[in-house]
């Protein structure tokens, strides 16, 4: 059973293309938050899993070698929905899930535990997830570190972005100061141009010499 889309998911989707992060090589620092998810909360599988428009990619996973899924057989689709952890404590007793293809086969997921990933704008991009092949639940502290850690996915997304902002700001001022200095070299070789074509134009007589009085 499919997740239903968002009520905003025009606006949700345009937030998350703005952070240009889809098919992106991975970055060691939401590697590490990813394992240290996957620690934390016992789990085999974790992964920061970006919800697109019709596939969720994964920015980061531990535990798992594909790099997105279909939307409409992820998990994290359901956890977008809301603004707090999205538990399944046993996918196969899951309406829901319990005929989904990454429940019935491979990786046969039987336990998740996402938290959304929620911009500053409000939007839910994705989430921060923890997945276990057996039934299973978290302990209290495991939910707050997972809540934390999807807290500090979302903050580097946020560097992230502003570092490439900075960066194409100060290539438009590099570019604008080249073309500032070519404009300039031409304006000076057309101000040349012409003072030589005044010069042939309109040649300068030389006055006669004054006459000496006697």
């Not at 060691?28 to 992964?47: G, Q």
């Not at 839910?124 to 707050?144: F, H, I, N, T």
């Not at 040349?192 to 074509?197: A, H, P, S």
Request: aromatic share 6%; proline share 7%; hydrophobic share 40%.
């Amino acid at each position: 059973m499919s997740a239903p889309k968002p009520k905003n998911e025009k606006q949700r989707l345009n937030v998350l293309w703005q952070y240009d992060v889809l098919d992106t090589v991975p970055e060691e620092i939401f590697d590490d938050l990813t394992d240290l998810a996957a620690t934390i909360c016992e789990a085999p599988i974790a992964l920061i899993s970006l919800v697109d428009e019709d596939r969720q990619w994964f920015k980061a996973k531990t535990g798992v070698t594909i790099s997105e899924t279909s939307r409409d057989i992820s998990f994290c689709a359901h956890c977008i929905l809301g603004d707090d952890l999205f538990i399944v404590p046993d996918a196969a007793k899951d309406k829901r899930f319990k005929n989904n293809p990454l429940v019935t086969t491979n990786p046969k997921i039987r336990f998740y535990a996402g938290a959304p990933l929620v911009a500053p704008s409000g939007h839910a991009l994705g989430s921060l997830c923890v997945m276990d092949k057996v039934p299973r639940k978290l302990r209290p502290e495991q939910q707050q570190a997972l809540r934390v850690l999807a807290h500090h996915v979302v903050t580097q997304l946020e560097l992230r972005r502003h570092a490439r902002e900075l960066t194409e700001v100060n290539k438009s001022h590099e570019q604008l100061e080249t073309e500032l200095a070519r404009a300039k070299a031409e304006i000076e070789r057309l101000r040349k141009d012409l003072g030589r074509y005044q010069s042939a134009s309109f040649p300068v007589t030389p006055k006669p010499a004054a006459r000496a009085r006697r």
